[in-house]
């Protein structure tokens, strides 16, 4: 059975940089059919997409991100990993990783459990 | 990329059905049958409960429905019970594969 497991600090200092990974157990990261994705949802807020990595590297981002986001992959590890610049407030968040079907349809149908990110100094 | 439109909350006693609306665009919504519907308890990771706007993963009960008409999306829950009381949200393909949420329904269980 495929799991995902968000790991990361849990504190983040205003202006810095927000560094945290998806380790993918029970199954390849390397499958084609899939991507792999970061949301998060601030609190008592919605979810929000952010972005998709293939394990051939291939990339997308939300469009209202993209020039803070970098997602990557690490195939040797099974993991997959993103980072956010220049974190404010408005970053603080539960970040979730997830694993996207895209062979027939898109959705995502495994999700971490996720890890909480406070922005403070 | 704007978010989905979703009622806030929505409400019914036990056994009744609850419909919850996701309304997007032609862009999204509307222009793939791509849209996904997650179940979310306090506390914890979203569920996938309906794919491709009418299927339901393996070990979903089939009180739960999804059906879309226009940029319209819709989820159905018949014969609440009260496990069904949770935030539900939609979820619509963009292209490129990307994505746009809804902006989440509180479901209560009277």
């Known amino acids: 059975q495929l799991t995902l497991q968000e790991s990361g600090p849990g504190l983040v200092k205003p202006s810095e940089t927000l560094s945290l990974t998806c380790t993918v157990s029970?199954?390849?990261?390397?499958?084609?059919?899939?991507?792999w994705a970061w949301i998060r949802q601030p609190p008592g807020k919605g979810l929000e997409w952010l972005a998709n990595?293939?394990?051939?590297?291939?990339?997308y981002y939300n469009p209202s991100l993209k020039s803070r986001v970098t997602i990557s992959v690490d195939t040797s590890t099974d993991q997959f990993s993103l980072k956010l610049r220049s974190v404010t407030a408005a970053d603080m968040a539960v970040y979730y990783c997830?694993?996207?079907?895209?062979?027939?349809?898109?959705?995502?149908?495994?999700w971490g459990k996720g890890t909480t990110v406070t922005v403070s100094s | 990329q704007s978010a989905l439109t979703q009622p806030p909350s929505a409400s019914g006693s036990p056994g009744q059905s609850v419909t919850i609306s996701c309304t997007g665009t032609?862009?999204?919504?509307?222009?793939?049958?791509?849209v996904s519907w997650y179940q979310q308890h306090p506390g914890k990771a979203p569920k996938l409960i309906i794919y491709?706007?009418?299927k339901r993963p393996s070990g979903v009960p089939d009180r739960f429905s999804g059906s879309k008409s226009g940029n319209t999306a819709s989820l159905t829950v018949s014969g609440l019970q009260a496990e069904d009381e949770a935030e539900y949200y939609c979820?619509?393909?963009?292209?490129?594969?990307?994505?746009?949420f809804g902006t989440g329904t509180k479901v209560t269980v009277l």
């Open positions: 997830a694993r996207l079907e895209v062979d027939y349809f898109y959705y995502m149908d495994v």
């Open positions: 029970g199954g390849s990261i390397s499958s084609n059919g899939h991507y």
């Open positions: 990595i293939h394990y051939t590297g291939s990339t």
């Open positions: 032609s862009s999204d919504v509307g222009g793939y049958n791509y």
């Open positions: 491709g706007v009418t």
């Open positions: 979820c619509s393909y963009v292209g490129s594969v990307t994505y746009v």
